[in-house]
């Protein structure tokens, strides 16, 4: 009769570990190079069509590769650093215009109900 004495179990490099050092039995998070337009628009706060608008018209730093729009992420972070920063005045221009369309959107629900 033969005893088996087993291994102690080796930390998988592919998990995650806490600060001191031990596993938490998740899987490593995986950083990858190029966001896709769904990330981006996630990022971003817009909608899918307007992000995927964004992309076509150049505005978004993208690559088409085989048939897929991919964001490069140093591409994206550079071009949001690049943006210029919104002052009060655009900010009551952009929330004026909002409140504008919304109210014709309720009085087109009101006529149209």
């Not at 076509?56 to 550079?78: F, N, Q, Y």
């Amino acid at each position: 009769m033969s005893t088996v004495i087993p291994f102690p179990a080796r930390p998988n490099p592919t998990t995650a570990t806490e600060a001191g050092g031990t596993s938490t039995d998740r899987p490593a998070p995986i950083v990858s190079a190029v966001y896709t337009v769904a990330e981006t628009a996630e990022i971003l706060r817009l909608s899918l069509g307007s992000t995927y608008a964004l992309v076509r018209s150049g505005e978004i730093p993208a690559l088409k590769l085989g048939g897929r729009w991919v964001i490069p992420r140093g591409r994206l972070h550079r071009w949001l650093d690049d943006l210029p920063e919104a002052s009060t005045d655009d900010i009551e221009r952009e929330l004026t215009a909002t409140e504008r369309r919304e109210q014709r959107q309720q009085h087109r629900r009101r006529d149209g109900a």
